[in-house]
């Protein structure tokens, strides 16, 4: 070809491709005018709308040191600002999505040609977007209408007003935030699947870490799922997230953030998603804290009516409150460890205690035996696997009766009593009187059983309980709680052993309070939250002899009583028409080795050896259990609380002076604070503050403080507590402690609460139904059971150099008259050889008694 025909040939070629051009200009222009004029009357965003974008934000709890440790929320979004932005993920976003960012104004018309040009007249596939990052928030913000159903016509007019629309809103974005602003909305908003809302929750979700830790490898796997995060996902498609997670680390390597070197080191790596984990609130660090923390911020907002500035309620789940606990996670650490260390020995122990035993027969009568059946057929039918069955086969006759008589309730038990009433087996006197009918109800439930809905409903239910009984029987693969790795293994059961294997297990509650400043430290409420959703910190249990120290403290403080002074071991009865006690018969407890030694104990050696005698001895000594009621309240427990079944939480009964009161964890170890303060009670509280989103404080924790013991009877008390742990009952740990252990009857309960210079730790162990047990005092009692807890938890906080525990410190000095009071060396008859030999030489004489007859 020659140099004139080359040179006619190229101006041929551009006057077509620009009459090309400008008939797709002018088209373009046209079609722009059309919807434009549909832009103009449409909806668009007030320019208060844009001044306050809303998205949900998640609440986060944070520990004393500020350290996140759970949220709530709809959509698990943490917001954050931009200098806490990693560096990486600002640089693979620019590079990759917008790197012309600082230098448009929200549409970059410079990009829209060059992705025009090259997708139209050079066919490149991949030739980027060409939508800004603003735009891309806009889109975000500013949902698009669904056009599913719309014709081709229609959606492409839609989508280009939509396109337009976004457009304005882009322009309008930059007018009223700054280019830092408008990337944390955009990078805060984003939804990255698998629940992470936004970068800060991703980076949590799919690396585990906070996105200013991530790795540039980990940010550009992060930004790459922004083109499109359902295909690029990495744990469904980890080999197209990885072309394009590798695109992103080329184009950050073409803008000379990474070396050829450092570019092919990270490109052959894979997709790394070992450290997944889409957490449920049973995951993370004290999952009963934050189960419990929910309902309290509830009541709290109710009670306290804390409100936002335009009077609304605060939301937990959007509104991005800052909840400042005072837990610290490394106390909590040790926490839960210990609990799970003790409770798997105690569990190994049960099981060989229970093999070939049944508990919910053992030495039960018929009453007992139907009780705890219907406890352990409760347990079955509150089960998903029941409930989803008796929703299929009863739902259709429920709602008939709904319809008939509504709100009426119609429970398995209601159904059975009723059946039972039907058939005469039982009567409503009996049904009202037991509580198994609620009597405001027995006219409408008389009429449903004489109605002609009856018949049919029995025979339905009929069908569910033979259902039921086949689907309970029948072995199936499943997934149980186990002192394994992971704590679950996979075993093939009935769904009815399971719930007996679940219920057998033994359950704890541990609170660690920091008692100067009311500060709870550390909260497990059980021994697996997946399992065992029940909290036994805020349950209400029986104390048993941890209530004797309070006995005590009256009988020194107001009777008036020195702790040298001794008093025998012999069996005490309050009668009736004893002055100042409210009983109808005697009272003559024995005491917990059912022996009395007739020994002289002081009341050093009584609390030592938790002798029932010498403390129902004090107490008619102090004629009254008001008293010991009055301590209790200053204590910080309501003495005129009454439960839902009426009765008073601290009984005006003398059996509480052995602990016969059931008082929760909380409760208990918050009365021990006093002990450790000092005689000062100080409220225990678990939040020290809460923010709003912006950072105003809208709640501040401040515990109630009160004098409850006279400082001098109060170092007598402590130093009674410390002979409990001291010598051959020492826990080998360097912390100064005092404690007092604690079991009910039947060995249903084991309590221990510890005393350090700076920490109170109370301890319950049992079953959560008091068959649930061991047999004999040395395997069920408190020592065994619950204080090795206490032991375990104090040792791994003093190996800690970096947990802050100081072990160094020391309880207040004792007020003058101290030393006078405790000196009991010329009283003392006994001693912890002699306590032993007494009792041997009592069950020698009985063993002799019992093979004589």
Known sequence: ????????????????????????????????????????????????????????????????????????????RVAIEYKQLSPHVKN????????????HTGVDLRALVRVGLKTLLFRQEHAGGGSTITQQLAKLLFKRPKMGDMSFPVKLITLTGVKLKEWVIAVKLEKSYTKEEIMMMYLNKFEFINGAHGIEAAAQIYFNKSQDSLRVEEAATLVGMLKNPSLYNPKRFPEKCKMRRDLVLQLMSQDDQLDKNSLDSLTAKEIDMSTFNRKTQSDGPAPYFRAELTKWLKDLFDKKSIKKADGSGYNLYTDGLKIYTTIDLTYQKYAEQAVLEHMQWNQKRFFRVWKNRDPWTYEADPIQKEIRADMLEGQNKSADRYLSLRQRLLTSNLSVVEEKYPGLPMSDNVIKTLIAISK?????????????????????????????????FVKVYKELQEAYIKEFSTPVKMKIFDYVEGREKEVEMTPFDSVRYLKMHLQAGFLALEQKTGHIKAWVGGVDHKYFKYDHATMRRSVGSTMKPFVYTQAIAVQGISPCQEFDDIQYTVAPGDAGFEVNQEWSPANATDVFTG????????????????????LKEMGTVNLIRDLMHNLGIDKNLRLENGRLAIPNSPSICLGAVDLTLMEMTGAYSAFG?????????????????????????????????????????????????????????????GGKTGTTNEYADGWFMGVTPT?????????????????TLNDGQGYIMARPIAQIFLQKLEKDVTSGYDWKASFPPPPEGFKDLIDCEKYKHITPSDEKRTLLKNKLKNEEFDEEF
Do not use: C
């Open 599 to 618: 020994n002289k104990y002081n009341l050093f050696h009584g609390l030592l050896y938790s002798k029932n005698s010498i403390t129902v001895r004090l």
């Open 424 to 456: 005469n087996a039982t009567s409503w006197h009996q049904a009202t009187s037991n509580e198994k009918i609620d009597i405001s109800y027995q006219d409408r439930y008389q009429r449903l059983i004489s109605s002609d809905l009856w018949p049919s």
């Open 759 to 775: 920490l109170i730790t109370g301890i319950w162990t049992g079953g959560d139904d008091k068959w649930i047990r061991f047999l």
């Open 92 to 103: 693979a976003l620019l590079v990759t999505e917008d790197d012309r960012f600082y230098n």
């Open 1 to 76: 070809m020659t140099n004139s025909q080359q040179t006619n040939t190229v101006p041929e070629t551009f006057k077509k491709y620009n009459r090309y051009l400008r008939f797709i200009a002018l088209s373009f222009l046209a079609f722009m005018l059309i919807i434009t004029i549909a832009v103009r009357f449409s909806d668009l965003p007030s320019f208060e709308d844009l001044e306050n974008p809303s998205y949900d934000l998640a609440t986060v709890i944070y520990d004393v040191h500020g350290v996140s440790f759970g949220r709530y929320y709809v959509e698990d």
């Open 677 to 737: 303060n000092n005689g000062t009670y100080v409220q225990p509280i678990f939040v020290s503050r809460i923010e709003d989103k912006n950072g105003k404080v809208i709640y501040q924790g401040i515990p109630v403080r009160k004098s409850a013991i006279n400082p001098l009877y109060n170092a007598v008390m402590v130093e009674m507590l410390k002979n409990n742990v001291g010598g051959q009952f020492g826990m080998n740990i360097k912390s100064k402690i």
